[in-house]
């Protein structure tokens, strides 16, 4: 009988703890890496628009300035 009331007691401890981790991994951090940051396409666009161009002349034999 004790083995029974040890195994339901930590079953039950088992999923509190999991519930209140997984509510406190689920909230928001305000410190967040990339929060509110935007994407500037043009640049990426303009950067690779650059080193196609780079390449190409390099490929002509243009002299590279």
Do not use: H, W
Request: net charge positive.
């Amino acid at each position: 009988m004790p083995f029974k009331l040890l195994k339901k007691l930590v079953s039950i401890l088992t999923i509190v703890m999991f519930l209140a981790t997984n509510c406190l991994y689920a909230a928001p951090g305000s410190r967040s890496l990339f929060k509110n940051k935007k994407v500037d396409y043009d640049k990426i666009s303009n950067q690779s628009q650059d080193i196609l161009q780079k390449k190409q002349s390099v490929l002509k034999g243009e002299d590279i300035k």
